[in-house]
């Protein structure tokens, strides 16, 4: 995240991480969510927030996932069910449920079947948000296996050359283990900027960078701005000069192996709030030696990290690296919410006659 999407501290009050769970938790189950999957759906949302990314986490995301649960959007107690599968793959019916809940259970399925056969691929259909995508394929991690999810979201990014939107941010994530190293956790969207950063930026009164939105006839805003009131997001690289193409690309992979394979329909059909999902496990075991690779991951890691800096930093980080470092702070010191969200948590609590334990 970068620093225009932190709270500022004046603005935020520190909530521990315990208390969190308890407060969020039994939202769920007043929405009618069974107490495990209430459990799952937190632990997804707190973990973010631990990670930093604010943008996955309840700040951002619990109001949404609510005001699905009570307009009918969201299916608190969905009747998924596998509708495809072979020794390797599978494909669910998720049955409107919520992606937060539904995509571990996917990854169950995916990291079993890596177990048989060296590799599990499961697609998810009829689907509604996951939350931060590398909380599905971290799971495979403590599997000595390589996790991988991919989400097909409703459109909200132009194509290269687009005046109108027809992809979702469709984020990757990529997991790796190692030994005595942190994972590599890569977790991005194929978009220049994550959509819930807009809100967050508009939250906080922060400036948006250049290259980052377009306006409604598709020309890339390559000034600082203000969050405007209508825009929609570029693909990764901002205009086909700078790589647009590229994040116009992955994109489009991610709506196919999220969306179409699903046979379900993709971000953009039959439209909001559809979602559909990819989660893959891969056996380490059935490629290579898992103490080797370990020992090799740890070097290349340690490689990377110890490349000499450019002028004017201190260090070049790795993915998961950041995260890795702010989870370690935040399980400490705690969480900061903005005290917006923290009113909202409050009054939420109030109008569902639940205590809040901060």
């Known amino acids: 995240m970068l620093q225009q999407f932190r709270v500022n501290q004046d603005d935020a009050t520190i909530v521990q991480e315990s208390d969190l769970r308890n407060s969020i938790a039994p939202i769920f189950e007043k929405m009618g969510v069974p107490a495990d ?23 951002n995301m619990l109001r949404s996932y609510v005001t699905g649960y009570q307009n009918g959007q969201i299916n608190p107690r969905p009747d998924w069910k596998i509708v495809r599968e072979s020794p390797s793959t599978a494909t669910i019916d998720s049955d409107r449920g919520l992606g ?11 990291i079993d079947k890596a177990k048989n056969v060296g590799v599990g691929m499961v697609t998810v259909g009829n689907a509604r948000h996951l ?17 991988v999810c991919m989400t097909s979201c409703p459109p909200s990014v132009v194509p290269t050359y687009g005046a109108e939107p027809r992809l979702g941010t469709n984020p990757i994530a990529f997991a ?20 819930n950063k807009i809100g967050i930026a508009r939250r906080l009164g922060s400036k948006l960078e250049p290259g980052w939105l377009a306006d409604e006839d598709g020309n890339p805003i ?35 192996l999220a969306g179409v394979l699903t ?14 999902h990819y989660v893959a496990a891969y056996s380490i075991d059935a490629f290579t030696e898992v103490d080797a690779f370990k020992e090799t991951m740890d070097e290349w ?25 702010m989870e370690a702070v935040r399980r400490v010191e705690g969480i900061p919410l903005h005290n917006d969200v923290v009113q909202y948590i409050r009054d939420l609590c109030s109008e569902l006659s639940l205590p809040c334990s901060f």
Do not use: W
């Open 37 to 59: 999957d209430a459990r799952v759906a937190t632990d997804v949302l707190v973990l973010a927030d631990l990670r930093g990314v604010d943008t996955h986490g309840v700040s």
């Open 263 to 276: 046979g379900m329909g993709y971000g953009a059909f039959p439209g909001r709030p559809n979602f559909g």
């Open 100 to 110: 937060t809940i539904i995509t571990p259970k996917a990854m169950e399925i995916a």
């Open 131 to 147: 939350g931060m995508a590398s909380y599905h394929s971290m799971l495979a991690l403590e599997h000595d296996m390589i996790g």
């Open 222 to 256: 390559m000034e600082e701005i203000d969050p405007p009131d209508k825009y929609t997001l570029l693909p990764l690289g901002s205009t086909r000069e700078l790589g647009s193409h590229k994040g116009y690309g992955l994109a489009c992979m991610v709506d196919i």
């Open 301 to 325: 890691l340690l490689m990377m990290k110890n490349t000499k800096p450019a002028p004017g930093h201190d260090r070049v980080l790795v993915a998961g690296q950041p995260e890795a470092e």
């Open 176 to 195: 790796v283990p190692a030994k005595n190293e942190p994972p590599f956790v890569f977790d991005a969207a194929t978009s220049s900027v994550a959509g």
